[in-house]
């Protein structure tokens, strides 16, 4: 146990759930750190697993889920923007420990596929979608498109997210115009 992250497990709104998820990743031989704020488990450096907690359930999410075998059908896709990481979701402490056996399982599963160097093969950002009105301003905004093309794929895909996420044509041209002056600034979304 790393004592740094006690106190997410002092504050946690599922602390006997949690605590059940930190033992069993720690009897697997994982190593604990702190990162994002929460409980992480490593092996040799690598990500493997962390817990996260959320109002209606608590979780495990594994990194490279989508690799995964899934053998018991329990990892979910969070949403399907969501490429490479897949949860297993808890709301009881009889539910992780029924079971136990297959966490673990998911567990090794998750370290034998860093061990062998695998990847999850992530879209390109050109096969996210651009709304229409971003896409007009681009062509009408050169130096828009330029600083556009200069950011990092991530921050490309979090804004082409981001607007497309809008329903409304009016909240899509809202967004874009709230993000201009960050993306001619050469910022991400979160920056």
Avoid at 20 to 45: H, S, V
Avoid at 126 to 142: D, G, H, Q, S, Y
Wanted: hydrophobic share 40%.
């Amino acid at each position: 146990m790393n004592p740094t992250v006690d106190f997410y497990f002092d504050k946690s709104k599922w602390p006997k759930e949690t605590a059940q998820l930190r033992k069993i990743a720690l009897d697997c031989g994982l190593q604990e750190e702190l990162k994002w704020g929460t409980p992480c488990y490593t092996f040799e450096g690598a990500n493997i697993a962390l817990i996260h907690e959320f109002k209606d359930y608590c979780a495990y999410l594994f990194f490279k889920g989508a690799l995964m075998h899934d053998s018991e059908g329990i990892l979910i896709q969070q949403s399907k923007n969501v490429q490479a990481a897949r949860q297993i979701r808890f709301t009881n402490l009889k539910e992780i420990t029924a079971i136990k056996a297959a966490l673990k399982a998911y567990i090794y599963e998750a370290v034998e596929i860093e061990k062998a160097g695998l990847k999850v093969k992530l879209k390109k950002t050109a096969e996210f979608e651009m709304v229409e009105e971003f896409a007009t301003r681009l062509k009408k905004k050169p130096a828009l498109k330029k600083a556009f093309e200069a950011l990092t794929p991530g921050r490309q895909r979090a804004y082409l997210l981001h607007f497309s996420q809008a329903k409304q044509v009016k909240t899509r041209e809202a967004r874009i115009d709230k993000c201009i002056p960050q993306i001619l600034e050469g910022k991400g979304l979160n920056d």
